[in-house]
């Protein structure tokens, strides 16, 4: 499974959780055939409110990568985990 794109919507923050809540889509392409699906997922992150935009973005996709690892794909070995940005970092 080749994450090709992530996206980051709907940031809000709780201030009674003290957290953000935010939904997190990744692109995917998956199987031989190279089939695309999203994969859509709520996410937290318990950080300050004037947390840099840059940072809270990375912990929510960490949140998000964390929760993709549990898909049954990933689970059975049926498909790798790969990101987009990791298989170009280890092209170069």
Known sequence: ??????EVA?????????????RVMF???????RESGTAHFH?????DPGTAQGVLREAL???????????PEIMTGAEDLVFAEDAESLAA
């Open 27 to 33: 692109r995917y392409e998956t199987g031989d055939a």
């Open 1 to 6: 499974m080749l994450v090709r794109s992530i």
């Open 43 to 47: 996410c937290r992150a318990e950080l």
């Open 61 to 71: 996709i960490a949140h998000a990568r964390r929760q993709m690892r549990w898909m």
């Open 10 to 22: 709907d940031i809000t923050y709780e201030p009674e959780a003290t957290c953000f809540n935010a």
